[in-house]
């Protein structure tokens, strides 16, 4: 017997709300974008798994945002993973990072991170820059950003993230500001949405998925949005980052070794720089 093949969706965010219920809904698919993010940083599986459930989830937070800017969504602590952060806009441009300074022996988030907060940071291109901080006292991520939503939005949110090294995926649902305190219809739709298995969220096509969840409601399905991992670095960034450190300590280096080398922290890009090019 042959084995199947299973093509997983694109890389991409679609958008949906209920005809009949006062919440909205999301989910991501993320495949070669978290490749590229995780690619030659030698990083843990569980390191990996965090930082997949990191990027959906930044991709579900910038699609609930109403304005045209950045967003940053670190999580630092004292544990073995002390810091690990992604960062995306409103074109569902994403990148990240983390940092690893001792043995991951636990892989849960709440050892691996330790004692420490979860900050996340607004920056609209036009408006001021805003930012929060909640407590990591929570059993995974999605946990921390639901209790972010509930203390400082006062909206009831219920996010699922998973990642396994090669996918990453997420969904939210939330409740809508003019709902009211009726709660029944959101949870009954967060009870639908917990029976989706972890292959399923990433291997069905989004129109599927959310027909086997929701084939009861009535479902309004936006039009898809790509996400892709974009670093953003350049040569000329990067040789202008090199302006603001000293020009003695500059010529020291080049004397030593004849060249400077300057490595991207997101996607490990050299650039390497020779005298010629500070004149």
């Not at 983390?98 to 607004?122: N, P, Q």
């Not at 996400?227 to 004397?255: H, N, W, Y």
Request: hydrophobic letters at 35%.
């Amino acid at each position: 017997m042959t084995e199947q093949t299973i093509e997983y969706p694109t890389d991409q965010l679609v958008r949906y709300t209920f005809a009949d219920q006062d919440v909205r809904g999301e989910l991501v698919q993320l495949t070669s974008s978290y490749q590229s993010l995780i690619r030659g940083h030698q990083y843990p599986p569980a390191v990996q798994q965090a930082l997949g459930e990191m990027m959906a989830a930044v991709s579900l937070l910038t699609a609930t945002l109403k304005f045209e800017g950045h967003i940053a969504v670190q999580l630092q602590g004292n544990g073995p993973l002390n810091f690990i952060a992604v960062n995306g806009n409103h074109h569902q441009e994403l990148r990240g990072i983390a940092r690893v300074r001792g043995d991951i022996t636990a892989t849960d988030i709440r050892s691996m991170i330790g004692k420490g907060e979860l900050v996340i940071t607004l920056e609209p291109e036009h408006g001021e820059r805003y930012q929060g901080v909640t407590s990591s006292d929570a059993d995974s991520i999605a946990e921390m950003l639901e209790n972010y939503f509930m203390q400082s939005e006062q909206l009831a949110t219920k996010i699922w993230l998973h990642a396994d090294g090669e996918h990453a995926a997420g969904m939210l649902l939330q409740r809508l500001p003019a709902s009211g305190k009726d709660m029944t219809g959101f949870e009954h739709l967060a009870t639908l949405t917990d029976t989706i298995t972890e292959q399923e969220l990433y291997s069905l096509p989004a129109e599927q998925l959310l027909h086997r969840l929701y084939h009861e409601e009535t479902v309004h399905l936006y039009p898809a949005q790509k996400v892709s991992f974009v670093c953003g670095c350049s040569r000329e960034r990067t040789l202008d980052a090199l302006a603001s450190v000293p020009v003695e300590q500059l010529r020291e280096i080049l004397q030593t070794d004849g060249e400077i080398v300057m490595t991207c922290d997101y996607c490990l890009t050299e650039y390497r720089f020779k005298e010629s090019d500070f004149a």
